[in-house]
Nanobody, 111 residues
Framework: VQLVESGGGLVQPGGSLRLSCAASEFTFSSWDMRWYRQAPGKERELVAGATRGGSIYYADSVKGRLTISRDNVKNTLYLQMNNLKSEDTAVYYC??????WGQGTQVTVSS
């Protein structure tokens, strides 16, 4: 199983980023997928999830600003991040419900 995140970087407050998580070596469409994040000195927290059945859910702190989606043909999970705030600064990880994590991608929101 491989989960490879990309798309992180430095962005100013109010800016946007799109994270991707490329999945391989398993049947992507058969598993629930999630984005988590971990800020310095804090525990890893759930950001958003997309079930294999098409259900979507978000942490309250990101509702209306972040959008999760999945492409079961490209085997890729996405996180569109708009109106970013400094408190969104963290390492973002994708997770597959068969029990695997990606290596993470850093998102830094700063002026």
């Amino acid at each position: 199983v491989q989960l490879v995140e990309s798309g992180g970087g430095l962005v100013q407050p109010g800016g946007s980023l799109r994270l991707s998580c490329a999945a391989s070596e398993f049947t992507f469409s058969s598993w629930d997928m999630r984005w988590y994040r971990q800020a310095p000195g804090k525990e890893r927290e759930l950001v958003a999830g997309a079930t294999r059945g098409g259900s979507i859910y978000y942490a309250d702190s990101v509702k209306g600003r972040l959008t999760i989606s999945r492409d079961n043909v490209k085997n890729t999970l996405y996180l569109q991040m708009n109106n970013l705030k400094s408190e969104d600064t963290a390492v973002y990880y994708c997770w597959a419900s068969l029990g695997y994590w990606g290596q993470g991608t850093q998102v830094t929101v700063s002026s």
